[in-house]
């Protein structure tokens, strides 16, 4: 009788549902520009948890629970940025985190879409930066003759 009560509990434990904690998280913080952003804190407020990126931009986390996490990065102007990583049951999950330029973010405040805005700033400075090379190849070459189209 004894032994039916242990083998009963023990079956009892291993059937209690139990989380699933599947590994690390990682990734890059890169700003705008893509360029990797060195020591930004970053955050999964659900479980308080903080890290702070390295001189690459990258960051982990180790021992998380299977699913869905919200991963913050502080910026210095006390602004979060958030994205959404997905932790398997097995494994590790790899999230790169793009954050949005502050025009970006001024733009979205007013009802543009961040992305939207981010893409068009960025052809604004690619364009800008055409310009200043036309230019400069234009102050180069000297003047240029115009055709005589009178005569």
């Given at each position: ?69 919200r991963v913050a990065v502080e910026l210095a102007n006390d602004e979060r940025q958030f994205a959404s990583a997905q932790v398997p049951e097995t494994g590790e999950a790899k999230r790169n985190i793009f ?53």
């Open positions: 009788m004894t032994r039916i009560a242990i083998f009963a509990s023990a079956a009892a434990l291993i059937a209690l549902p139990t989380s699933a904690f599947a590994g690390d998280l990682s990734g890059t913080v890169n700003d705008s520009t893509a360029r990797p952003v060195a020591g930004a804190q970053v955050v999964i407020p659900e479980l308080g948890l903080s890290t702070v990126t390295d001189a690459q931009g990258t960051y982990r986390f180790e021992g998380l629970e299977a699913g869905e996490h954050l949005y330029s502050s025009a970006a973010l001024d733009q979205a405040r007013i009802g543009i879409n961040p992305v939207e805005a981010m893409l068009a700033e960025a052809l604004m400075a690619r364009a800008w930066e055409d310009a200043r090379r036309m230019t400069a190849q234009a102050e180069t070459q000297g003047a240029m003759a115009l055709p005589d189209l009178i005569g």
